[in-house]
Structures are given as structure tokens and as C-alpha cells.
């Protein structure tokens, strides 16, 4: 039986650590969050995602999965760690992958396959992952294997797309491009497209950089939309029916941890990247646009008070990892507003988060930051509540127009 060591048992490490151990795989789950190790011991998830718990238990039962503080010998280690942005120098922050990959060090043998899963910068494979594997004394693509699987999973339904979506494997050579095919045969379903780990880690960068670029174009859209007086939502739905546009979706600006920092990295290294560069800063500047028309909406209104729809970075989830929501506030705040914040789904936050109730009592502007779906729900009287002034700026479009059609 193949044993896979995984190190980072996050969003990504995990469920791949435990697919793998549903799928005939011994899987050893590495984490250097002493808490994370204990409570996976204990057989609990330390986050919450559906099927993550059934699929823990199910490789607890086989005994085909264990969480360790420590890597150990195996036939294959898998790397997903965190890959922060370094906000100074708008670059990938590669810490924690190179310590990864020191940890594996002592531990490699003849034979073994290293995949990196972590997002990374091109060439990173090539050149610093080689590098530090090597001190090993062991050479790569002779003596063992490097190859690069990024994830594309959507935190919200990560296990289905986990399975079924198509993945890119690169590895520095043809033997690690195949061994690490044959090892996510064991639970993928979707295409494995096979390539070098430049162009892999090319590939995943890409893709979200095309996103953040498309969203910076919707969001010069919907500001010129609002110059000419129309409205840009019932434009971009008609533009997309265009057999060959896809306009997506403007909003407050781009957050979570891949669509606002991927594109930076693979500006880091590039000579030539003033589109890519353009569309980030567009959309950095979103936050500062919603401020504008809230402060029209308020004008006049003494020590306003802004209630605020939403600050997880995307709709239907509690992860406000990077969140224009933020930015927003602090923004607001230093205008002299008094911010209130509603999210049905977000737990934990910089601010308190409170109830519907709450947020709306004695507000002069809801600003709808996230496209939670039960926003689209709630009532007339519940939502406007005891508003002292009923002003409302949608950024995503989920209000009825038969909630705020009167009022704006
Ligand atoms: N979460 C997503 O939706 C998503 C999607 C695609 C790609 N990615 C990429 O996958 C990678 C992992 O992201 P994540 O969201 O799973 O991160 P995460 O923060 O949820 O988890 C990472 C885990 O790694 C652990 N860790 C850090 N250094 C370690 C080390 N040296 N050895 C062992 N464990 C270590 C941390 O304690 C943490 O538990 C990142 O590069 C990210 O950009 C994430």
C-alpha cells in the first residue's frame, strides 16, 4: 500500500489527506498547529465543511488516516501549505513551503514523489523547491520526484469538486508527471491533464488572474453604467447572451485568498504586466467607489449611521479572508461613520457581528457588501426594521427591487 505523507492540514490538506485514505491510500496528516493535530486525533474536524466529518470517520474506521505533529518516512509527500501574499512587496510569501520542504528533507528517500498543491509562482518547482529537496544529498528527477497539482476547489463545495473537477499535474520530469497521475487516479474523476510544473503552476495563476481582470472590467463597466444613468446588471445579463461574452460580476471589490492575490503573483518576476497590475488595482479601489455613493446617500445626515450586508468575501460562506467588506469599514469609520454589521453567516470578526435586528435599528444606509442568498428573503418590515433613514447602496445586486424600488 502507497503511504502519503501530507503536510498542512488546512482547507485543502485535508480533505485531499482524507480522499486519498477513503481511496486505498495510508495517509499520515502532518500539521505544525498543535491544536489541529490534537483534535484531528480525537477523530473532530477543526473546521466546518459539509461531508468533511463522514469522510474523517470513514478513514479513522479503515485506519487508513492519522494526524501527526511529525513527517515521517513515506513513499510520497504532499505540500499544502499556506502561501500568503507579501503585502510590501506584492509577492508570494514562499515561508512556509520552504519550511515544508525542510521538514521533508531528513525523510526523503530513493524513489519518493514530492507534489507541491500550494499555489506558487512559476518556476518555483524548478528552482526552490529542487533546491531544497536536494540537500538531501538525493537528486531530482533521478534519485526522486517533483511535480506540481494545484487545487481549483471552492471552499463551500470542496469534496464534489475535489472529485469531479479536471486538474493540472506538472512535473519536472515525464516519471513524476506520472507517478503523481497515478496516484490521484485513486479518487479523481474529472480529466488529468498532464504538462511540466512551470507551465502547472502557469496554469493555476492564470486562471485566476483571467477572473480578477474580467471582474476590474465589469466593475470600469458598472461605473461608467452609472455615469450614463442605466443599469449595468440588466446590461452585462444582456451582453452575456453573446455566444462569446462573459462578463462577470461587478461588486465592492475582490477578496478570499486566491482571485486577489494569485495574479500578483505571477506579476512578480514579469518585466511586462500593466493589464494584470491595472485590474488589481481597480478592483482594490472598489471600496473607495461604494464609499462615495453611500456618502451621496447620506449627505446631510448628522453622524450617520451605515449598516453593513455582508462581510464574508463572497456569498453563502464564513470566510472573510481578505474581504472588501473590511476595507470598507475603515474607510467608513474614518469618515465619521458609525458602522453596524449583519452576517448570518460570519461567526468571527474584526467587529461585532449582530443580529438583523440590530444592525438596521436607527441606520441611515445598508450597504450590501456580500451576496448571501437569504438576503434575498427577507421581508420588507424586517429589513428596513427601525432605520432612521431608509437609504440603501446594493453592490451585488441580491435586494429585491420591490424591497428598495420606493427608497432609491
Ligand atoms: N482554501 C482554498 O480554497 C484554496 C484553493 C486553491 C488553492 N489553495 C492553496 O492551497 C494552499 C493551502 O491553503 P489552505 O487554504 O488549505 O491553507 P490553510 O491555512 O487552511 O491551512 C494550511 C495549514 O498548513 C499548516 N502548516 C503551515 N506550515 C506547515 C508546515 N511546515 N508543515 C505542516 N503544516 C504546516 C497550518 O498550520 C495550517 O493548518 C495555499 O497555497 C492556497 O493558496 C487554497
Redesign the pocket.
Known sequence: MTKLCV????????PTALLFANNGIEVVG????EK?VSTLQQGKM??EENGFQELLDSAMEKESFRASAK?EEADVFL?????PFDTEFRMADLK??I??C??VVPHLKKGNLVII????PPKTCEKRVRKILELSGLKASQDFYISHC??????GN?LHEMVNNDRVIGGLDKKATELTRDLYSSFVKGNLYLTTSTTAEMI?LMENTYRDVNIALANELSMLAEDYGINIWEAIEIANKHPRVNIHKPGPGVG???IA??PWFLTENANNSSLITLARNINDSMPIHVLKKVKEMVNGIECPVITVFGVAYKGDIADTRATPALKFIKLAEKEGFTIKIYDPFVKEFEYPILSLEEAVEGSDCIVVLTDHSMFRNIPREEFFGKMRNRNVVDTRNVISKSIIHPYI
Open positions: 503536510l498542512g492540514m488546512g482547507y485543502i490538506g485535508l502532518v500539521d505544525v498547529n489541529v477543526h473546521f513527517v505540500v499544502a501549505v499556506p502561501t512556509y513551503v519550511s515544508a525542510e521538514m498543491e500550494s499555489t506558487i494545484p487545487e481549483r476547489a471552492i471552499p470542496t493555476k478570499g485568498h486566491c492575490i494569485d
